[in-house]
């Protein structure tokens, strides 16, 4: 069969609708044992997580990914690198705007907790200083 190995599982990720809010953590920030501390995994969930040649159609995929690539990109946009890169997703208009026809501000998404539930991610308006749940999807 003729492969493609262009795309990492994090690009992949990341290039699915709806997750245009969520940042690129680097692979460097993954892969410190310190920012890995209390997060519980299987080798081959991480192994997945950092395949530079994922094949969404013939890969394996071991159920965890998701949550866990969630738990590690909300302590890495507590980072300052990765607010930083929250800062300029914001300033380039990737998240949504405040849904008041008024105000239509640019919205920060904001997570209740670090557990990754997608649905629970809801938008901040630093206008209203509301939040409101997710319009876009
Ligand atoms: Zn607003």
Redesign the pocket.
Known sequence: SCRQNNSSWISWFLGIKGHEYLCRVPIDYIQETFNQMGLEYFTETLQVILNPGFDSSLDWVFGDEEKWYGMIHARYIMSERGLDNMHQKYERGDFEV?P?LS???K?LPVGPSGVWVKSNVKFF?P??N?THPHQRH
């Open positions: 405040c008041k105000c239509r501000q919205a308006c206008h209203c509301d």
